[in-house]
């Protein structure tokens, strides 16, 4: 049996928000603890409010919490043996799957063993036929202490949402054909779809308003599609929906050469399945925002799969992080042009969409590629340059005049004087992406994650909570569907423990934007410390955080102090503490600028120094607001801006 060595905390709050606007029901959190055993990095759960009573904040504000079943070791080699290791010493045996290894399960309480599925880089095991999980760290000790029962994982839960549903609903095939067709009709779906929309099992609710498709994980139900006329589709619960919507080919196919067309609404999924095609068409729970670790054992079987998301911005972005996911050997990928909407929408506009998908290229090309491997990528973003250039900020519009958007894979460097106001309006700046569906970790060093979060909070609502505080739950239940994960780390932290956190919150979570607030308490600088010694220490962070920024294709800010200036010089990219290395490997430096005007109050702006992308350099007023915390409140029309 393993010793258990060090202990290292690190929770990931986990808020989400997708469709704000049409969800009002509560969210949970979840936090993970790791223990290191062997130099594996393991998870189990444990539950924690993201908001802890505040004292100006109403005493009787309380927050359901939860957990679901995840487990992490960022170190996918050393567990890749580790497994192997220990499932060889019990004489069981390994396939070698495309996300997962696969064994036969001890817990199938029967002669017909279902199959047990372990990921090769958390570790989680799962059975898809008794429904047993966990984390790697409990699998291996009922090994080693002989097999003994573990409770199914939270996957065979029903939501009470189907429950309720199903209370005030009747299936689409108890109806009557005329009152089917106008069911077709009022939805927008087509004739020739109505065979397969029944192989789902909707619902429909007596007023005919809402549509609803139960998302199965094997045969339990474990969430639900809701759909209305206007086009949205919505998924309950909105996050962790642990299962999939799966039509089969009508045309059969052997085992080893199944493949699957894999879209992000269930519109979608009946335009292609309504077309008989020899392969099965799959809606993903959450669309394209979000793909859950516990659907992928149900993809393994597949050696191909098709990426077939819309032209929206961030589908194009989602679809690289799933092949990852998926493996990205077997993903193929239809790319977003003009002629390849989704395939509801083609179908809609009377495209070919077998055309289209005889169109999709690998996700993935060998070490030499050549132009016509590339000309299509290239006229995707040709004819969606705005897209391309990243999310759009609401608040900050001066930024998308310069910037052009936030896009995945750079990273950022954010200085300003000591009390400037760095963490304040990166707190606001992450907040209008989180806004939009950008999914984010912070990583704060400095301040408390209470602090930071009782800061976004109002700057969502945009006026002070104490003195309103009964608009506080109103506003917390909004923010806690954020997309929002915050790390626990305080004071100096290992850049390995940093960074083991960022890669399994980028991998289990879906990470878009990474903040670290900021790089010199991550270090725990001191005085005392030689200069060499403190360069080489943030020059490795710089990389570390590049890198990951490269292969996660995940966007990294790093809060930098400057170095000590005279109060009258402004300061520039070389103000930046450390070496060149920052501001070289950084692809945008915006550095808040002070001006003491003869008046002496202080006027700040947001400057530009660097940007890759499209080359503009400018500045950005900063009005700030005491009463909201923010930096917004004044939206600036105008701004300078310097061609490089």
């Not at 209305?228 to 996050?239: Q, S």
């Not at 004071?491 to 890669?503: I, S």
């Not at 170095?563 to 070289?584: H, I, P, Y």
């Amino acid at each position: 049996m393993y010793k258990v060595n060090t202990v290292t905390s690190v929770c990931l709050h986990t808020m989400h928000l997708y469709n704000l606007k049409y969800l009002n029901w509560s969210l949970c959190c979840s936090s993970f603890k790791f223990k290191k055993v062997h130099n594996l990095r393991l998870i189990s759960n444990i539950s924690i409010s993201v908001f802890q009573k505040i004292a100006v904040f109403s005493p009787k504000s309380k927050y359901v919490t939860c957990s679901y079943s995840t487990s992490l070791t960022p170190s996918p080699n050393n567990l890749l043996l580790h497994v192997k290791r220990v499932l060889q010493s019990k004489n069981m045996e390994i396939k070698d799957g495309y996300t997962c290894f696969i064994t036969t399960c001890v817990f199938c309480n029967n002669k017909n063993n279902g199959d047990l599925f372990i990921n090769k880089i958390t570790g989680h095991f799962l059975c898809k036929k008794c429904k047993a999980s966990g984390s790697w760290d409990s699998f291996e000790k009922v090994l080693q202490k002989g097999v003994s029962h573990i409770p199914a994982g939270e996957i065979v839960e029903t939501p009470a949402k189907w429950t309720s549903v199903c209370e005030k609903s009747k299936t689409l095939q108890s109806l009557s054909e005329d009152k089917v067709q106008n069911v077709m009709m009022k939805f927008r779906l087509k004739e020739n779809y109505q065979s397969r929309l029944i192989e789902l099992e909707p619902l429909i609710n007596h007023s005919g308003t809402h549509l609803y498709v139960p998302v199965k994980h094997g045969e339990q139900i474990v969430g639900v599609k809701e759909l209305t006329p206007d086009g949205r589709e919505t998924t309950v619960p909105n996050i962790g929906c642990k299962g999939l919507l799966i039509l089969n080919s009508i045309k059969k196919r052997p085992i080893r050469k199944r493949e699957a067309v894999v879209v992000h609404s269930v519109r979608d999924m009946l335009a292609l399945a309504s077309l008989k095609l020899p392969c099965d068409v799959i809606s993903l729970p959450h669309g394209a925002a979000y793909l859950p670790l516990e659907v992928l054992p149900m993809l393994e079987d597949y050696t191909k799969i098709v990426l077939w998301f819309d032209n929206e911005e961030g589908h194009w972005e989602s679809a690289r992080q799933f092949a990852k996911k998926l493996n990205e050997d077997r993903c193929y990928f239809v790319r977003p042009t003009n002629n390849h909407p989704a395939p509801y929408k083609a179908d809609l506009e009377g495209m070919s969409l077998t055309s289209i998908l005889e169109s999709a290229t690998p996700i993935v090309h060998k070490s030499i590629t050549h132009f016509s491997n590339l000309r299509e990528d290239i006229l995707s973003h040709l004819q969606n340059t705005e897209r391309a250039a990243g999310v759009k900020w609401v608040r900050f519009p001066g930024l998308n005049n310069i910037l052009k958007g936030h896009r995945r894979g750079e990273m950022t460097i954010l200085t300003g004087p000591s009390g400037g106001g760095k963490t304040t309006l990166m707190s606001e700046y992450s907040l209008d992406l989180a806004m939009q569906g950008v999914t984010t970790l912070w990583g704060s060093f400095e301040i408390r994650n209470e602090r930071l979060a009782r800061t976004m909070l109002q700057q969502l609502c945009r006026f002070p909570l104490h003195l309103n505080l009964d608009q506080y739950n109103k506003w917390a239940d909004i923010f806690q569907l954020l997309p929002i994960y915050f790390m626990t780390f305080h004071g100096q932290q290992p850049l390995k423990t940093v960074m083991e956190a960022v890669e399994h919150a980028a991998y289990v979570h879906d990470i878009a934007h990474v903040v670290i607030d900021n790089v010199q308490f991550m270090m725990g600088l001191s005085e005392g410390d030689n200069s060499l010694d403190r360069f080489y220490r943030q020059d490795s962070i710089i990389g570390a955080f590049r890198n990951f920024a490269t292969t996660a294709n995940c966007h990294v800010t790093l809060v930098i102090h400057p170095r000590k200036e005279k109060d009258a010089e402004m300061l520039s990219m070389n103000s930046v503490f450390g070496g060149a290395k920052a501001t070289q490997e950084a692809d945008n430096v915006l550095i808040i600028q002070q001006k003491t005007m003869q008046n002496l109050n202080i006027r700040k702006f947001l400057q530009i120094a660097k940007n890759r992308y499209s080359g503009d350099l400018g500045i950005m007023p900063l009005d700030f607001d005491k009463e909201s915390l923010s930096f917004s409140k004044k939206y600036q029309k105008s701004n300078s801006i310097v061609e490089e």
